[in-house]
Nanobody, 121 residues
Framework: VQLQASGGGLVQAGGSLRLSCAAS????????MGWYRQAPGKQRELVAA????????YADSVKGRFTISRDGAAKNTVYLQMNSLKPEDTGVYYCNLRGRLGFSSSWSDYWGQGTLVTVSS
């Protein structure tokens, strides 16, 4: 399973960015896909996640500003629309997928390579 993330960049405070992550490979079932971020000197934290059924979960710090969605025939592409960006949103954003490769396989976490988001004040 490979996750290809894109869409990071430099933006001024108040601006917007859209991150994309496409999953490829043999995936039998996806439980959820999401985005984590890691700011310099801080631990990686969950930003947003979306289940196969469409339920979403957001960090309190991004509620009302970020929107996660899924697309693709197999719902294997996830997007993160980030609006009203703040300098504290700066960090490396990682795409995450929790899935399994077969009916009797265990659930595993897969990670993308990370994309840098920098918000200037």
């Amino acid at each position: 399973v490979q996750l290809q993330a894109s869409g990071g960049g430099l933006v001024q405070a108040g601006g917007s960015l859209r991150l994309s992550c496409a999953a490829s490979g043999s995936i039998f079932s996806i439980n959820y896909m999401g985005w984590y971020r890691q700011a310099p000197g801080k631990q990686r934290e969950l930003v947003a996640a979306i289940t196969s059924g469409g339920s979403t979960n957001y960090a309190d710090s991004v509620k009302g500003r970020f929107t996660i969605s899924r697309d693709g025939a197999a719902k294997n592409t996830v997007y993160l629309q980030m609006n009203s960006l703040k300098p504290e949103d700066t960090g490396v954003y990682y795409c995450n997928l929790r899935g399994r490769l077969g009916f009797s396989s265990s659930w595993s976490d897969y990670w993308g390579q990370g994309t840098l988001v920098t918000v200037s004040s």
